[in-house]
């Protein structure tokens, strides 16, 4: 079996400058080389806008760290289709990546009862729409997002106190919510299902001053036992999403102020597995492409 495992450029080794997070990108293709390695087979990374030709002779598309693919929303989804209409079986589907694409997938997930956070959606959110929200959510600080968009490039965040100036937009179609403190106080849940299967689970939290989670932000990741109403939390998002065939899902979680934990996003396109807090994600990703018979 050929294994192609989508990346973005400034993610090869040898790229001239990598990315500050290259380093996830290696633990997790590392962890993947070393289960398949029995299985006589091969994981290749390669750019995901590489010549159509360069995917020749490959079984599979992991959609692996195509960390830049917010960008090019369109070039990736097209990519992805081309993929699949040369035989070669992508994972997570371009359909499942389509719908998680844009965050907008959020509102159909509250319709189907997910505790998600409040959310205004706006096609460019502006300085209005801040004031609106500080009015809806009565709260002192919100978190502005990209609807398309990856690892918190381009969010912003206001207090009531010091709001933007009135000439400020996103520039993109956004959503709006009140900032959740337990964020910061508690930190953000990643509870990661292979093959539907629960595998692990681990709380990231801010570096000092900061509300950002991600690593490139000086976020920290330390692997914990969810509580059976916590795991219960997040079987319910994945038991209410449309696709009931996704090889990996993470689903990112925060505490509202209720107590309960809120969707913050369902990850299925290109997220990040954490083998270090999952010594044997590497083996379940194998075992689950090995049974699918891919």
């Known amino acids: ?47 995901w806008r590489s010549p159509l030709e360069a995917f020749d002779g490959f079984d599979i598309a992991l959609l692996g760290t195509a960390w830049d693919y917010q960008d090019h929303p369109l070039a ?17 589907p371009p359909a499942v990546a389509r719908w998680n694409i ?12 997910v505790v998600t956070i409040p959310t205004l959606w706006r096609d460019d959110p502006d300085a209005a729409d801040i004031e609106a929200a500080f009015d809806k959510f009565t709260c002192e600080r919100v978190v502005v997002k990209r609807r398309v968009g990856a690892g918190a490039v381009g ?30 106080t508690e930190g953000e849940y990643s509870l990661i299902f292979i093959d539907g ?8 939290r801010p570096a000092a001053g900061d509300y950002r989670i991600q690593s490139l932000y000086g976020g920290v990741e330390t692997a914990v036992t969810p509580s059976a109403n916590d795991l219960r939390a997040a079987r319910n998002v994945l038991d209410a999403l449309p696709f009931k065939d ?16 809120c969707l913050m996003e369902a990850e299925l396109i290109e997220p990040y597995l954490y083998p270090l807090q999952g010594p044997d994600l590497g083996a379940r990703l194998a075992r689950a492409i090995q049974k699918r018979g891919l």
């Open 246 to 261: 996704l090889l990996y899902a993470r689903i990112d979680m925060v505490r509202g102020l209720e107590g309960k934990l």
């Open 1 to 47: 079996m050929k294994i192609a495992f989508l990346t973005c450029h400034d993610l090869l080794n040898g790229a001239p400058q990598r990315r500050a997070d290259a380093f996830e990108h290696d633990l997790q293709i590392g962890a993947l080389r070393s289960a398949m390695a029995g299985a006589r087979s091969t994981v290749i990374a390669i750019d």
């Open 76 to 92: 990736f989804l097209t990519r992805l289709d081309e993929l699949a209409s040369r035989g070669i079986d992508v994972c997570n």
């Open 102 to 113: 844009d965050k907008g997938y959020l509102r159909a997930l509250e319709l189907a009862d």
């Open 155 to 184: 969010q912003v965040d206001f207090m009531l106190s010091a709001p933007p100036p009135a000439a400020w937009r996103l520039g993109c179609a956004g959503l709006i919510q009140p900032f959740l403190p337990s964020i910061v």
């Open 197 to 204: 299967e629960f595998s692990h689970a681990l709380v990231k």
